[in-house]
C-alpha cells in the first residue's frame, strides 16, 4: 500500500508539472520565428523541427539572390506543413543565424501560401524554414520555457563547444 500511495504521488507530480509547463508555453505557442541573414539581408525564418530540410521560398529568388537547379527528383515533393511541394536544390544562399554560418542542404519551392498562413498567426512575414537536418548539425536547441534558442557552434580543433542563446521572440 505505501508503494502504492508513492506511485500515485509520483504520477499526481508529473501531471501537475505538466499543466505548468503547457500554460507557461502558451504565450509563444508552436511558431519559432527568428531573424536570420540570408545573402547578408535580415529576413525571418521558421525553426520547424518537423520539416527535414531547410527550405527557402522560390518567389524571393530575385530579390535575395539566390540560385535554384533542377533536381533528379522533378516527381519528388518535399511536405510543409499539411501540403507537399516540388522542389529545387538551392545553391549560392549564405544562411547566418547571428554570427553562425549554417551549413547544409537547401531547397527551394513556392512557400507562398504556407507563408500567408503563417504571417496571420504570427504577424511575420517569413522567407524560409530552417528543418530538422540543419537544426541537428548545428546543435539547436528551442526553450519554450525561457522563450530562447540555443546553438552550439563547434570550435575548429577542439572537442568544446561554445553555446550561444538568443531569445525567439524579437
Known amino acids: ?5 508513492k506511485t500515485l504521488f509520483i504520477i499526481l507530480l508529473v501531471m501537475a508539472s505538466s499543466y505548468q509547463l503547457s500554460a507557461q508555453n502558451q504565450p509563444l505557442g508552436d511558431q519559432f520565428i527568428v531573424q536570420v541573414s540570408l545573402n547578408n539581408q535580415t529576413v525571418w525564418a521558421l525553426l520547424d ?24 527528383y522533378k516527381n ?20 547566418k543565424f547571428a ?11 513556392d512557400l507562398s501560401d504556407f507563408i500567408e498562413d503563417l504571417e496571420e498567426t504570427s504577424g511575420k512575414r517569413i522567407s524560409l524554414i ?18 530562447t534558442v540555443t546553438v552550439t557552434k563547434p570550435i575548429t580543433g577542439d572537442s568544446m563547444s561554445l553555446e550561444q542563446s538568443y531569445s525567439l521572440i524579437k
Open 1 to 5: 500500500m505505501k508503494n502504492l500511495s
Open 130 to 147: 530552417i528543418g530538422k537536418n540543419m537544426m541537428k548539425h548545428h546543435g539547436f536547441i528551442l526553450d519554450l520555457g525561457k522563450n
Open 99 to 109: 554570427d553562425i554560418s549554417l551549413i547544409g542542404a537547401k531547397l527551394s519551392c
Open 49 to 72: 523541427p518537423s520539416t527535414d530540410f531547410t527550405i527557402i521560398n522560390r518567389k524571393e529568388k530575385a530579390s535575395l539572390d539566390f540560385k535554384v537547379f533542377s533536381n533528379a
Open 76 to 95: 519528388h515533393l518535399v511536405e510543409v506543413g499539411n501540403n507537399n511541394y516540388p522542389f529545387e536544390v538551392v545553391g549560392g544562399a549564405a544562411i
